[in-house]
């Protein structure tokens, strides 16, 4: 387990690949330092990342996933595995709540929340432009890198086996509302500063 650790601690994310604002992404790490780092860590020179369980009663996003790994076989397989064994010994104690990720590469793993549900940055940190219905452009490499996430057609219902349907258990858009308190401004200068890591 330590050579898998040490080697994935080599890893780097890739680069954002268009222009960033980099006067509007430096006040967007003031707003993310102020507002996103205690549970999502520091990047840059010294980065922390807390490793932080944050509850469902706090991050309020669709609970499914959390309370069925409490009760699942995985963790009794898990503890038993050599993921336990080695050092540095790693062991699964689960919680109702999820772990808020490091950021880095972020602007590169859309869709977001843990179940995939909100196709783009903008979408995460305004819940009021979520769409209830969504499928990704049919083009494979449709990035939008205004809104930062995948390029999607919002639909009216389920339009088929490849509408993401918000409304199927598992599958909510709910929750991780911490964006909403944000002003226009400071969420443009957040996901500016997202871009960044």
């Known amino acids: 387990f330590k050579d898998v650790l040490a080697w994935l601690e080599t890893l ?32 840059g020179d010294d980065p922390f990342y807390p490793n932080k369980i ?23 397989w898990y503890n038993e595995s050599w993921f336990s064994q080695s050092e540095p010994k790693s062991w699964f104690e689960p919680m109702a709540g999820y772990v808020a990720p490091p950021l880095d ?5 859309a869709p977001y929340l843990h179940n995939g549900s909100v196709p783009t940055l903008e979408d995460l940190l305004d819940s009021s432009k979520r769409p209830e219905f969504w499928s990704r452009d049919e083009e494979a490499k449709a990035y939008d890198p205004e809104k930062v996430g995948w390029k999607y057609s919002e639909e009216k219902r389920k339009a088929g086996k490849w509408t993401y349907d ?9 929750g991780h509302y911490f964006g909403d308190k944000l002003s226009d401004q400071e969420r443009k200068s957040l996901i500016e500063y997202l871009k960044t890591l």
């Open 12 to 43: 780097k994310p890739p680069k954002y690949p268009f222009p960033i604002d980099q006067q509007l992404a430096a006040t967007g790490a003031s707003v993310f330092a102020e507002h996103c780092s205690k549970c999502h860590g520091t990047y």
């Open 54 to 76: 944050v509850s469902l009663g706090i991050v309020k996003t669709d609970p499914w996933y959390a309370t069925y790994a409490v009760s699942a076989p995985i963790v009794e």
């Open 105 to 109: 590469g972020i602007w590169a793993t």
């Open 166 to 174: 918000t409304n199927l258990p598992a599958y909510s858009n709910k």
